[in-house]
């Protein structure tokens, strides 16, 4: 099991920035990669970010030079600095985790944290 909490979410004006993070604490599952999804009201969750645990990034298209992700691996925590927020950014963001037990892997997730951007 993997249990993840997250913080940093508020509310900010479009062109400011945010910082949320994520910390992961774990039984023996092993973490293979950290990321962020977020949804907007009426929309589906999307993947924002990732990192995996060989340091692979990938960013959605919408947040390319505008969101950062990196990670700790010692401490189990991802962060997601946000800058040049747009009207658009805003959703609740999720931190995920994809653990593997064995030849499994399993997706885990945290309760979510608003971020609000006024125009």
């Known amino acids: 099991q993997v249990q993840l909490v997250e913080s940093g979410g508020g509310m900010v004006q479009a062109g400011g920035s945010l910082r949320l993070s994520c910390a992961a604490s774990?039984?023996?599952?092993?973490?293979?990669?950290m990321g962020w999804y977020r949804q907007a009201p009426g929309k589906q969750r999307e993947l924002v970010a990732r990192i995996t645990q060989n340091g692979r990034l990938y960013y959605a298209d919408s947040v390319k030079g505008r969101f950062a992700i990196s990670g700790d691996n010692a401490k189990n925590m991802v962060f997601l600095q946000m800058n040049s927020l747009k009207f658009e950014d805003t959703a609740v963001y999720y931190c995920?985790?994809?653990?593997?037990?064995?030849?499994?892997?399993?997706?885990?997730w945290g309760q979510g944290t608003q971020v609000t951007v006024s125009s």
């Open positions: 774990s039984d023996s599952t092993s973490i293979t990669a």
């Open positions: 995920n985790a994809v653990g593997k037990v064995g030849p499994h892997e399993y997706d885990y």
